[in-house]
């Protein structure tokens, strides 16, 4: 078969011209829904990828002999990389086209899969799985834009509401397979699972994705520069980000290092395409109309999810130090009913104003996170069902009717600096959220520590009885009396410390309500998309 038959899905197409260029016409092929599941598979591994190591990292230390800092660092190679590549992507499908890149992408990332669990050191484990990540950096970035090229205007929701889907179901997923693969077989298969998964998705790029020829123009103009110093400046911010609560932020030499030096690169890229007479990223795009204010909202929605992703995890494993396994069987109730709700939201935003979907996620989101916060330490997995089951409704209708107003407000010519621009604030807002959030509940669990410590002083009654109480109980497993006494001492400070815990994430939930009322504001703000 020639590279034009379209029996293999490979019809040539032009590349999109450069922004500012006018509008091209999407990119058809003869197989696009075969395509559109092979990016939409690369989105499910990317996003499954950096989310699944993070319950598996206690069993990737200590296979690696990673010290507690090293093994801070491993997750953050991961993300780091996919951040590197995110803008670096777009350049390289504009210029050698999305299926070129991504069988490349993909070959690469499955290599690496296979090797990384043989890695016995911490340093070639992080550089390959540093790798990795920028390898699956381009996932995402042109999963989104192959979606609005390839399938017709009254299809591109059901793709949209597809990708949605498929990003919140593989981050609330995968605990539970992390779990299950550490329980039934071993560590590697966190990594050794992708082998097996993505080769299926470069059948389907090769099959469904067209064969577009190299901008050799594109090559030789040297317009990658100003993407190369944003991929550098936000990936050091985002380092800075995920490392800043543990190492006390501006106390720290490095977080100051990387927060200076990303934010001077980042400068240097904004001014680079501002003054070129041909920008790669189109600047004005981004910067005008709704679609600032849809930035902070996608900021805000994975700041709010935060409230299921980190906080419920965290309560498991502190207060009933339950498992991944068992922690993955409250956040499924995020993940199942999303397969009912994205086709029915895709047909809602085929005719009706995203706004009313979007508005009606987030309320359900804020209502979800007040419910949460009537936490106490006496909450197990099903406690959480009702609230969650409020949330995973609003989440879908949210996140959905989110990137379809992205989508409404894009131009062909644009399509590219989309996925880059959707990747770069899905990445940076989590890990900016994230950063917060860890933060915060740190400080508050300090301060409800203090608060109720004020009330346990030795000597006072109510003291005293608690601790003759525990004292009396764990008395037959002491050798004698001061063991006892010292054994009781140590139970109620575990006592108050967990009810300290529990009191921090009942704030967290609060304060992801109302930022959610924030949210709703921004939301009202919005102006009517243009009808494309």
Known sequence: ?????????????????????????????TRPMIGIIGVLLGSIISTLSGRITSFGLADIRGAIHASVDEGAWINTAFTVGQMMMGPMSIWFGATFGPRRVLLISATVFTLLSVIVPF???????M????????????????????????????????????YAMNSELS?????????????????????????????????????GIPREPINYERLRSGSWSGLLFASVGFSMIYAALDQGNRLDWLNSGLVVGLLFGGTLLVLIFVANEL?????????????????????????????????????????????HNFRSLETGQVLLWIALPQFILAPLIGKWLQHGDARIPLATGFALIGVACFMASMLTADWASGDFLPSQIVQAVGQSFGFTALVWLFAKHIRLSDVFTFGAFVQTMRLFGGELGLAFMQTFLRVREQVHSHLIGLHVEAGERLTDSRLADLSAMVAANSVDQTEASARATGLLARAVQQQAYVLSYVDGFIIVGISIIGCLVLIALLRDPPQR
């Open 1 to 29: 078969m020639t590279a034009s038959d379209p029996r293999n899905g490979d019809t040539a197409a032009p590349s999109p011209s450069p922004p500012g260029g006018g509008e091209t016409k999407p990119v058809l092929c």
């Open 119 to 125: 890695c016995t050191t911490v340093p070639a484990f």
């Open 127 to 162: 550089l390959l799985y540093f790798l990795g990540g920028l390898a699956s950096g381009t996932f995402i970035p042109l999963t989104i834009s192959f979606v609005l090229r390839n399938l017709p205007a009254q299809f591109a929701v059901y793709g949209v509401a597809a």
């Open 171 to 207: 981050q609330n997923i995968s605990a539970s397979i992390e779990g299950w693969l550490t329980e039934h077989w071993s560590w590697h298969w966190i990594f050794w699972q992708n082998a097996f998964i993505t080769p299926l998705m470069m059948l389907c790029v090769w099959f």
């Open 275 to 319: 003054l070129s007479p041909n920008p790669f990223i189109n600047l004005h795009y981004i910067s005008t109309g709704n679609m600032p204010l849809l930035a902070v909202i996608l900021i805000m929605f994975r700041f709010a999810v935060l409230s299921t992703a980190l906080i419920i995890p965290q309560y498991m494993t502190t207060i």
